[in-house]
């Protein structure tokens, strides 16, 4: 029997793509199928809680950079 899972096409760049496929890879519960370097399909109902699961993984390796508006006045 032929069973249809209802996905999401995700496009994101490669570095991203790689993040995903890492949270993936735990539990395998995300990604249908991976397309190219920067294209999947991701299962419908799960794609709010993988953005919160990237969002919990870039926060934690990407550094925050501070609001600096003064920065564009030492240009000359």
């Known amino acids: 029997m032929v069973r249809a899972i209802k996905g999401t096409l995700v496009e994101c760049d490669p570095s991203i793509k790689s993040i995903i496929i890492s949270i993936d890879s735990e539990d395998?519960?995300?990604i249908i199928e991976d397309l190219d370097e920067s294209h999947l399909?991701?299962?419908?109902?799960?794609?709010a809680k993988l953005k919160t699961e990237l969002?919990?993984?870039?926060?934690?390796?990407?550094?925050?950079?501070?609001?600096?508006?003064?920065s564009d006045?030492?240009?000359k």
Not at 41 to 47: C, G, S
């Open 41 to 47: 399909v991701v299962k419908d109902n799960m794609v």
């Open 55 to 70: 969002d919990r993984r870039l926060k934690e390796n990407v550094p925050e950079v501070e609001d600096d508006s003064d």
């Open 73 to 75: 006045r030492d240009v």
């Open 28 to 30: 395998n519960e995300y």
